[in-house]
């Protein structure tokens, strides 16, 4: 039985630093309350994902508040949803993923490892840029570079909590590729975020700890009650 191969790098991709709420500026049209999947990201997130160092907290998330979703993103430049017919032949898995049938998204929160130097970070893909949107042949092809020439030709946009984890600053070159989840390892992005699969696998966990901690209190009272009291029992 031949073994999985792991997607290759992409290396040396110029990195910007982008995050949800960042208003629309001279370089780019786009503005990041919305998303190229969900037109209200902002108010998916629970708010401003403020890239302020001095408004961040040691985990990686803003300050003001905890993020419904996983503050760990990038996006890269294509979109599945408004080239569907490239995206049947281009994504190695669409077929298998539940939303093709649907017409829905197959990209939105692929994980995606990131490497600067000997640190790397994983995040989910929840936008589509720098730039363009259709650049097939550098995202899931052999083009080693994207097409865009805008920001010195940037391929990747990363949140704060990925900057901040790296320890880089936009405009930096750094290296990136598709993961499987069994490929995340422990870390700050599993922590938060309903769009999260570690995130939710927590706290259903946690909520089975407790309703099982619950039922052995019920036993223990019934127990109790039997066996010191048994009139009340009956």
């Not at 408004?82 to 990209?107: C, D, F, G």
Request: glycine share 6%; aromatic share 12%; net charge neutral.
């Amino acid at each position: 039985r031949l073994e999985k191969q792991p997607s290759p790098w992409k290396t040396n991709i110029v990195t910007t630093i982008f995050w949800i709420g960042e208003p629309s500026t001279g370089v780019t049209a786009a503005c990041n309350t919305k998303s190229s999947w969900d037109p209200q990201w902002e108010i998916s997130y629970g708010g401003y994902d403020d890239p302020d160092p001095s408004n961040r907290l040691w985990d990686f998330r803003p300050k003001a508040f905890v993020p419904k979703q996983n503050p760990f993103y990038v996006a890269l430049p294509f979109n599945d949803v408004t080239n569907k017919e490239i995206a049947r032949m281009a994504i190695p898995w669409y077929h298998q993923h539940p939303n093709a049938k649907l017409s829905r998204t197959v990209l939105k929160g692929r994980w995606v490892a990131i490497r600067f130097g000997k640190k790397v970070c994983y995040a989910q893909w929840e936008d589509c840029g720098p730039f363009e949107t259709d650049d097939v042949a550098y995202v899931f092809g052999n083009s080693p570079q994207p097409k865009t020439k805008m920001n010195n030709g940037a391929g990747l946009d990363v949140s704060p909590a990925v900057r901040d984890y790296l320890g880089i600053v936009s405009g930096v070159r750094c290296d990136w590729r598709f993961c499987d989840i069994d490929e995340v390892p422990d870390g700050p992005w599993r922590k938060y975020g309903d769009n999260n699969p570690f995130a939710n696998s927590t706290r259903r966990e946690l909520a089975q700890r407790i309703q099982r901690h619950s039922e052995l209190l019920e036993l223990r009272e019934a127990w109790l009650r039997e066996r010191y009291n048994p009139e009340l029992a009956q």
